[in-house]
C-alpha cells in the first residue's frame, strides 16, 4: 500500500528531502489530480480501518475537510510562499484513541508544478490537550477570581453594615442610658429635697420606666454579645430540661411593664401544662424577649401582643401574634438576615440594629427548632416558633 522515498522519482525525493519531513511527520505526494501517489508508512494511522487503498485515492475522499478548496490549492503549486492548512481536525485513530491533527499542503517547486504537493499530517495531540487543559484552567481562574471578586463585595458589604450597625447599637445603648441618668436624677432629687411628701406611686412609676430600661439594655447587650458569638463559632448552649410554660408566663410577667409604658396590651394563652423541652433557659429568655419586644415595637398606641404556648406530638409550638405594623411580603423573607431593617422600620421613629431577628433565628435552629412569620402590612405579624420537646424515654 505505502512506498518508501526510494521508489520516488529523484524529483520528489530531492524536494522531500529540501522540505526537511521529518519522521514524526506523516506524509504523503498528491499528485496535479489531487490524487495521493505516494504516502509515508505511518499515514493510514489517521484514517478509517477500512481505507483499503490510500496511493490512488483522491486527497478529498480521505479527508473531506479539502472538499471545495480545490481552486485554492491549485493556485498553490505556482506560489511558493502559501500553503494551505488546517489546524486542530480533530480524528480517532485506528486504536480508537482521539488525535487532533495539523493538516498542511504545500506546492513542491513553483518552477515545476507538475510534481504536485505535499501533504503533511502533523498529530498535535499532546500540544491540543496541553491547550484545552490549559483553556480549563483559565476558565476557572476567571470562575475563581468573578466568585473571589463576589465575596470580596459581600464582605466589604457586611464591614459597611457593620460600620452602621455600632454607631445604631451605640445610639440604641445611649437612649436608655439617657432616660435611666434622668430618672436616677428625678428620684435622687425628690429623696434630697422633700423626702416626708414623696408620692410612692410617681416614686414607683420612675423606678419601673428605670427597669424596663434596664431590660432593654440587657436585650441590646445580650445581641452584641450573641452576635460576637455567632461570628466566632463560639455559641454555645447549656442544654436542661426547661418547662418552656413557665418561662412565657416569667417572661410575659416581665414585658408587662415595657408594653404599659408604650401603651401596648400584653397578653399571653399558656398551655394548660408544663411544656419541656431540652433548651438553654437565657436563651430561650432571649428570643422571646426579642420577639416580643418587637410586637411591642412596631405597634401603635392601643396596640396588642398576645403569646401563646400549645403543642403537638413532638413539638412546642409557641406563637407571638401583634397587630402592629405589619411587613410588607416582599420583605419578609429578609427579615432573619443579619442588620436587616424593613425600609418602613428604617424611615419611622424606632429604632433598632436589625439584630435581634438573626440571633432569634440562629438559636431557635441551634435548639433543633423552626421559626416562620406571617405578616399583613398594617394588620399585624405572627412569628410561630416550633421547638422540639424532651421525649420520655
Ligand atoms: P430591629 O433591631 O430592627 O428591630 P430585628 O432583627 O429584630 O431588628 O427585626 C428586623 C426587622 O424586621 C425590623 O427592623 C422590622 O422592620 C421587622 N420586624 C420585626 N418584627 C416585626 C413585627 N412584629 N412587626 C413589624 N415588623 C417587624
Same mark, same amino acid.
Given at each position: 500500500?505505502?512506498? #518508501?522515498?526510494?521508489?520516488?522519482?529523484?524529483?520528489?525525493?530531492?524536494?522531500?528531502?529540501? =522540505?526537511?519531513?521529518?519522521?514524526?511527520?506523516?506524509?504523503?505526494?498528491?499528485?496535479?489530480?489531487?490524487?495521493?501517489?505516494?504516502?509515508?508508512?505511518? /499515514?493510514?494511522?489517521?484514517?478509517?480501518?477500512?481505507?483499503?487503498?490510500?496511493?490512488?485515492?483522491?486527497?478529498?475522499?480521505?479527508?473531506?475537510?479539502?472538499?471545495?478548496?480545490?481552486?485554492? $490549492?491549485?493556485?498553490?503549486?505556482?506560489?511558493?510562499?502559501?500553503?494551505?492548512?488546517?489546524?486542530?481536525?480533530?480524528?480517532?485513530?485506528?486504536?480508537?484513541?482521539?488525535?487532533?491533527?495539523?493538516?498542511?499542503?504545500?506546492?513542491?517547486?513553483?518552477?515545476?508544478?507538475?510534481?504536485?504537493?505535499? /501533504?503533511?499530517?502533523?498529530?498535535?495531540?499532546?500540544?491540543? =490537550?496541553?491547550?484545552?487543559?490549559? &483553556?480549563? !484552567?483559565?476558565?476557572?481562574?476567571?470562575?475563581?477570581?468573578?466568585? $473571589?471578586?463576589?465575596?470580596?463585595?459581600?464582605?466589604?458589604?457586611?464591614?459597611?453594615?457593620?460600620?452602621?450597625?455600632?454607631?445604631?447599637?451605640?445610639?440604641?445603648?445611649?437612649?436608655?442610658?439617657?432616660? &435611666?441618668?434622668?430618672?436616677?436624677? *428625678?428620684?435622687?432629687?425628690?429623696?434630697?429635697?422633700?423626702?416626708?411628701? *414623696?408620692?410612692?406611686?410617681?416614686?414607683?412609676?420612675?423606678?419601673?420606666?428605670?427597669?424596663?430600661?434596664?431590660?432593654?439594655?440587657?436585650?441590646?447587650?445580650?445581641?452584641?454579645?450573641?452576635?460576637?458569638?455567632?461570628?466566632?463559632?463560639?455559641?454555645?448552649?447549656?442544654?436542661?430540661?426547661?418547662?418552656?410554660?413557665?418561662?412565657?408566663?416569667?417572661?410575659?410577667?416581665?414585658?408587662?411593664?415595657?408594653?404599659?409604658?408604650?401603651?401596648?396590651?400584653?397578653?399571653?394563652?399558656?398551655?394548660?401544662?408544663?411544656?419541656?423541652?431540652?433548651?438553654?433557659?437565657?436563651?430561650?429568655?432571649? &428570643?422571646?424577649?426579642?420577639?416580643?419586644?418587637?410586637? *411591642?415595637?412596631?405597634?401603635?398606641?392601643?396596640?396588642?401582643?398576645?403569646?401563646?404556648?400549645?403543642?403537638?406530638?413532638?413539638?412546642?409550638?409557641?406563637?407571638?401574634?401583634?397587630?402592629?405594623?405589619?411587613?410588607?411580603?416582599?420583605?419578609?423573607?429578609? &427579615? /432573619?438576615?443579619?442588620?436587616?431593617?424593613? !425600609?418602613?422600620?428604617?424611615?419611622?421613629?424606632?429604632?433598632?440594629?436589625?439584630?435581634?431577628?438573626?440571633?432569634?433565628?440562629?438559636?431557635?435552629?441551634?435548639?433543633?427548632? #423552626?421559626?416562620?412569620?406571617?405578616?399583613?402590612?398594617?394588620?399585624?405579624? #405572627?412569628?410561630? *416558633?416550633? @421547638?422540639? $420537646?424532651? @421525649?420520655?424515654?
Amino acid at each position: 500500500m505505502t512506498s #518508501t522515498s526510494s521508489d520516488l522519482p529523484a524529483a520528489l525525493q530531492e524536494a522531500i528531502t529540501r =522540505r526537511h519531513v521529518h519522521d514524526g511527520t506523516a506524509h504523503a505526494i498528491v499528485s496535479t489530480e489531487l490524487k495521493i501517489i505516494h504516502c509515508s508508512a505511518d /499515514f493510514g494511522r489517521f484514517l478509517p480501518e477500512n481505507t483499503a487503498q490510500i496511493e490512488g485515492s483522491l486527497l478529498t475522499s480521505l479527508f473531506a475537510e479539502f472538499i471545495g478548496s480545490e481552486p485554492y $490549492l491549485r493556485a498553490l503549486l505556482h506560489n511558493p510562499d502559501e500553503h494551505y492548512a488546517i489546524k486542530r481536525v480533530n480524528r480517532t485513530a485506528r486504536d480508537d484513541s482521539v488525535h487532533y491533527l495539523d493538516l498542511e499542503l504545500t506546492g513542491f517547486d513553483p518552477q515545476r508544478p507538475e510534481l504536485g504537493w505535499l /501533504f503533511t499530517i502533523r498529530d498535535t495531540t499532546e500540544v491540543g =490537550r496541553l491547550e484545552q487543559s490549559l &483553556i480549563q !484552567e483559565r476558565n476557572q481562574l476567571r470562575l475563581a477570581r468573578r466568585e $473571589l471578586a463576589l465575596v470580596n463585595r459581600e464582605l466589604s458589604r457586611l464591614d459597611q453594615l457593620k460600620t452602621i450597625f455600632l454607631s445604631m447599637a451605640a445610639h440604641d445603648i445611649r437612649a436608655p442610658l439617657t432616660v &435611666i441618668r434622668g430618672y436616677v436624677e *428625678i428620684l435622687t432629687s425628690m429623696a434630697e429635697i422633700n423626702p416626708v411628701d *414623696i408620692d410612692f406611686d410617681e416614686f414607683a412609676a420612675f423606678l419601673n420606666t428605670i427597669r424596663v430600661q434596664t431590660d432593654w439594655l440587657d436585650n441590646i447587650i445580650n445581641n452584641i454579645l450573641g452576635l460576637d458569638q455567632i461570628e466566632n463559632d463560639q455559641l454555645v448552649l447549656h442544654i436542661v430540661p426547661c418547662d418552656l410554660n413557665s418561662i412565657i408566663m416569667d417572661m410575659c410577667d416581665m414585658m408587662q411593664a415595657t408594653a404599659k409604658l408604650n401603651q401596648r396590651t400584653l397578653t399571653c394563652s399558656p398551655a394548660d401544662h408544663s411544656v419541656i423541652i431540652p433548651g438553654d433557659h437565657q436563651r430561650l429568655q432571649q &428570643i422571646l424577649q426579642n420577639v416580643i419586644g418587637n410586637g *411591642i415595637k412596631y405597634n401603635q398606641t392601643g396596640g396588642k401582643v398576645h403569646i401563646s404556648l400549645s403543642t403537638s406530638p413532638e413539638f412546642a409550638i409557641l406563637t407571638v401574634t401583634d397587630n402592629g405594623v405589619g411587613i410588607a411580603q416582599d420583605q419578609l423573607p429578609h &427579615i /432573619f438576615e443579619l442588620y436587616y431593617r424593613t !425600609e418602613s422600620a428604617q424611615k419611622s421613629q424606632v429604632r433598632g440594629t436589625g439584630l435581634g431577628l438573626f440571633i432569634v433565628k440562629t438559636l431557635v435552629e441551634a435548639h433543633k427548632g #423552626t421559626i416562620e412569620v406571617k405578616s399583613t402590612i398594617k394588620s399585624g405579624t #405572627t412569628f410561630t *416558633i416550633c @421547638l422540639p $420537646l424532651l @421525649l420520655k424515654k
